[in-house]
């Protein structure tokens, strides 16, 4: 994930060009689609819950090793606008980031589909690896139970995001402690709402799945965002900029 090295000190010593920070954005939330909510829609029976929520973070974890040093691996708006609202990054890139994400995630959910098309008897409909509340929600969870959740399992996500990247962390263990982080709140957020943090990662499958995960996928757009911007707001308070200086 995005460090304070790798972004101001980034391959060469050279500022990363906009289509190479924009392809590994893409690239990543593809991937992550692509694989970790694929291991529900074709595994999930083999391997069950807490199968997917690792796929999820061993996913993330890869992925934060291998184009962090180019892009910050951010592959989530929510963790993009949380780097926006901390001052990592300027709003242009923001934007950036934020279609190439949105794309990378339809494209990735696209590549399901196809693939999911082609094993016999099994459904895309209605349900393709997303989010939902009510009857679409294995514990039945209200909407405004799944509102909180994903406020508070993305407040969590981004802020560890923040932290480790942050000019005091440990060098080096970012993408370790993302990774677990991530499978966390999969692992309890699976049942309830079947887990967004990450609007990218919702609109996509959604837009295949189509129904009902269509209408309801707006909360998982929205819910993930304001976790982001309240990470952001506390990380300010727990993790100032440091404006010490050292002594001559």
Request: charge should be negative.
């Amino acid at each position: 994930m995005e460090t304070t090295e790798t972004v101001t000190e980034p391959e060469g010593g050279a500022a990363p060009a906009v289509s190479r920070v924009v392809v590994c954005e893409f690239l990543g939330t593809l991937l992550l689609v692509f694989f970790a909510v694929g291991s529900a829609v074709l595994a999930g029976e083999y391997i069950g819950t807490f199968g997917i929520a690792l796929a999820f973070g061993f996913t993330m974890l890869a992925l934060a090793y291998a184009l962090g040093p180019v892009s910050g691996c951010h592959i989530n708006p929510a963790v993009t606008l949380g780097m926006l609202l901390a001052r990592r990054i300027p709003l242009r890139t923001a934007v950036e980031y934020w279609i190439a994400q949105i794309v990378g995630g339809i494209v990735g959910a696209a590549l399901l589909f196809l693939v999911a098309k082609q094993v016999p008897g099994l459904q895309t409909d209605g349900a393709f690896g997303t989010n939902g509340w009510g009857d679409r929600s294995a514990v039945h969870i209200n909407l405004g139970g799944a509102f909180v959740a994903e406020m508070v399992m993305t407040f969590l996500f981004v802020y560890v995001v923040l932290s480790v990247t942050h000019a005091g962390a440990a060098v080096g263990f970012g993408g370790v402690a993302i990774g677990l982080a991530l499978a966390t709140v999969h692992l309890i957020g699976i049942p309830l709402d079947g887990t967004s943090v990450n609007p990218a990662r919702s609109l996509g499958p959604a837009l295949f799945a189509g129904g009902a995960a269509l209408t309801q996928v707006w909360l998982f757009l929205v819910a993930p965002l304001i976790g982001g911007v309240i990470a952001a707001a506390v990380h300010q308070v727990t993790h100032p900029p440091r404006t010490d200086t050292p002594p001559a």
